[in-house]
């Protein structure tokens, strides 16, 4: 079984929404901060948004805040992570990742397998 099982990606139009859902076979308490990252063709993983699972603060890289929201719902295991006002420069494949250090984005403990998320203008 895999630990961070993703979901939710696919193919969207210009100022379209998406809701991305990872779901971990353990308590999500247990694993510290969760986050999300995106990773395009020739460029780094980037680190998108981060949410400490006891607490529920965020963090969100300059980049994605204001339009996209990280969630928990720790009685389902999952994190979401909602994408809204889409354009086709936020096209990637989007990773889940658990046991980060809360307040930075690496090292990562765990990723998922990621979703491909593509806009089209």
């Known amino acids: 079984q895999e630990d961070l099982l993703e979901s939710g990606g696919g193919s969207v139009q210009a100022g379209g929404s998406l809701i991305l859902s990872c779901t971990t076979s353990?308590?999500?308490?247990?694993?510290?901060?969760m986050g999300w990252f995106r990773q395009v063709p020739a460029r780094a993983r980037e680190g998108v948004a981060r949410?400490?699972?006891?607490?529920?603060?965020?963090d969100y890289a300059d980049a994605f805040r204001g339009r996209f929201t990280i969630s928990g719902q720790n009685p389902k295991n999952t994190i979401y992570l909602k994408l809204d006002n889409l354009t086709p420069d936020d096209s990637g494949t989007y990773y889940c990742a658990a046991d980060l250090t809360c307040g930075q984005w690496y090292p990562v403990g765990r990723w998922g397998q990621g979703v491909r998320v593509t806009v089209s203008s």
């Open positions: 949410i400490h699972t006891r607490t529920g603060g965020t």
């Open positions: 353990q308590d999500i308490y247990r694993r510290n901060c």
